[in-house]
Nanobody
Framework: QVQLVESGGGSVQAGGSLRLSCAASGFTFSTYAMGWFRQAPGKEREFVVAISRSGLTTNYADSVKGRFGISRDNAKNTMDLQMNSLKPEDTAKYYC???????????????????WGQGTQVTVSS
């Protein structure tokens, strides 16, 4: 059974940093591309960043490029999202996501993930 469990959310002032983690279980983590999405109240879920199976290829939404950094540890079955220079518009629930096994790396408007975590809330105050 696929399980994706996010942690690390919280409240921070604008300009601050947070690090999210996703712990994966129930599947062979290293064989799937992974990603992070977010959803603000009243808005659709949106792509944030994706990472390939090996971790060598990443794809960022323009809105977070240069501020967020994704990484994965296939030995520990974990994926992290380092978020720096946070802005109030980054406030959302952040979801860890697993792409279909055929996906090399996700992106905005691309293949949609098929498995999701329960999400972790990030709130950035001005």
């Amino acid at each position: 059974q696929v399980q994706l469990v996010e942690s690390g959310g919280g409240s921070v002032q604008a300009g601050g940093s947070l690090r999210l983690s996703c712990a994966a279980s129930g599947f062979t983590f290293s064989t799937y591309a992974m990603g992070w999405f977010r959803q603000a109240p009243g808005k659709e879920r949106e792509f944030v960043v994706a990472i390939s199976r090996s971790g060598l290829t990443t794809n960022y939404a323009d809105s977070v490029k240069g501020r967020f950094g994704i990484s994965r540890d296939n030995a520990k079955n974990t994926m992290d999202l380092q978020m720096n220079s946070l802005k109030p518009e980054d406030t959302a629930k952040y979801y860890c996501a697993r792409y279909p096994i055929s996906t090399i790396v996700g992106g905005p408007g691309g293949t949609f993930p098929t498995s999701w975590g329960q999400g972790t809330q990030v709130t950035v105050s001005s």
